[in-house]
T-cell receptor
Framework: DQQVKQNSPSLSVQEGRISILNCDYTNSMFDYFLWYKKYPAEGPTFLISISSIKDKNEDGRFTVFLNKSAKHLSLHIVPSQPGDSAVYFCAARGGSQGNLIFGKGTKLSVKP | ETGVTQTPRHLVMGMTNKKSLKCEQHLGHNAMYWYKQSAKKPLELMFVYNFKEQTENNSVPSRFSPECPNSSHLFLHLHTLQPEDSALYLC????????????FGPGTRLTVT
């Protein structure tokens, strides 16, 4: 059973608007949550993370929100740019073992 | 070369072939990982090496055999694979095992015929 779920396989947004990517998880022992971004023919690249003791982390246009009671996190991109078009993976670190557990990804398309 | 490199980028092999995937990291990291990404599935962790020692084998079939001769190089030896093993194989590294920020290579697209 999937411990990290990204239920939207794709998302299309107009340039300049907000993109919101969602992720749900089942294991309350996860201590870090991360977002990775992947362009075609490239490996995933680390984008932003959040510790389980926080509820928000911001880095420029990217903000990650964590709702522990709902076991839900989201990535907000404001404003969205065409260069943000990529597949976004949500991942969680599995406690002391430190291994990452990934979601299936959401393909974001930002239209000019 | 910078970052994490993988060769070959594409590989087609028959079920009776033996081939190897190579990964090299130029970041001075001590942990290296093999992941498998099949179509419409999440990235699956296969193996973890920390300071050249294998620390994780995620119930991977023995037809996949990893090798880590030093902290900079990681191999995945393949033999008698099945068509369902066709996938994107990604290598990653991190400063140490358990660090969440992992750096990925571009992957090897493997097709088993």
């Amino acid at each position: 059973d999937q411990q990290v779920k990204q239920n939207s396989p794709s998302l299309s947004v107009q340039e300049g608007r907000i993109s919101i990517l969602n992720c749900d998880y089942t294991n309350s022992m996860f201590d870090y949550f991360l977002w990775y971004k992947k362009y075609p023919a490239e490996g995933p690249t680390f984008l932003i993370s959040i510790s389980s003791i926080k509820d928000k982390n911001e880095d420029g246009r990217f903000t990650v929100f964590l709702n522990k009671s709902a076991k839900h996190l989201s990535l907000h991109i404001v404003p969205s740019q065409p260069g943000d078009s990529a597949v976004y993976f949500c991942a969680a670190r599995g406690g002391s073992q430190g291994n990452l557990i990934f979601g299936k990804g959401t393909k974001l398309s930002v239209k000019p | 070369e910078t970052g994490v490199t993988q060769t070959p980028r594409h590989l087609v092999m028959g079920m009776t072939n033996k081939k190897s995937l190579k990964c090299e990291q130029h970041l001075g990291h001590n942990a290296m990982y093999w992941y498998k990404q099949s179509a419409k599935k999440p990235l699956e962790l296969m193996f973890v090496y920390n300071f050249k020692e294998q620390t994780e084998n995620n119930s991977v079939p023995s037809r996949f055999s990893p090798e880590c001769p030093n902290s900079s190089h990681l191999f995945l030896h393949l033999h008698t694979l099945q068509p369902e093993d066709s996938a994107l194989y990604l290598c990653a590294s991190s400063q140490e095992w358990g660090r969440y920020e992992q750096y990925f290579g571009p992957g090897t697209r493997l097709t088993v015929t």
